[in-house]
């Protein structure tokens, strides 16, 4: 199987069976964002407890890639601290080409950091698709900015 082949599985894996969908009863943060260049939109709820993520959901509707960014991120960030997560967002942004820096791929270390994330940097040879990608990153950071605990 080609890495292409594999990434494209790992995204239909998470749209098909999304991870942490739903809503949270009472979340601590929560964004909502929309890319109308697709259609996309993606709810965001977080609980916290001092500084790092216990719970996780997300609701949506949009592409495949959209949705699958959004159940990796979701799957991702619980049990993160809202530093680790600015840290993933980052790497994750740099892997789009959106921001400057190391993505941390191709690393020569165990458990690369990105994992199944480096499945959506195949997005980069579509790049109407890269807004598709990040916007579950972005509609997260605007959650945790908005967290005024
Ligand atoms: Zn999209």
Redesign the pocket.
């Known amino acids: 199987m080609s890495l292409e082949e594999l990434y494209r599985q790992v995204i239909l894996d998470h749209y098909r069976n999304p991870r942490r969908s739903g809503s949270i009863e009472h979340p601590d943060a929560t964004a909502e964002g929309n890319?109308p260049?697709?259609?996309?939109e993606v709810t965001i709820e977080v609980v916290l407890d001092e500084g790092v993520v216990t719970d996780a959901a997300v609701r949506g509707r949009?592409?495949?890639?959209?949705q699958a960014s959004a159940s990796m991120m979701a799957d991702r960030i619980v049990g993160m601290s809202v530093e680790e997560i600015a840290t993933l967002t980052r790497q994750v942004k740099a892997m789009l080409d959106i921001e400057a820096g190391d993505p941390g791929l191709d690393s020569d270390r165990p458990g690369a950091v990105l994992g199944d994330l480096e499945a959506l940097a195949g997005v980069k040879q579509f790049p109407v698709?890269i807004?598709?990608a990040d916007?579950p990153w972005t509609t997260l950071e605007e959650a945790l900015a908005s967290d005024v605990v």
Request: proline residues 0%.
């Open positions: 890319n260049l697709c259609g996309d949009g592409c495949s890639i959209s698709r807004k598709c916007l």
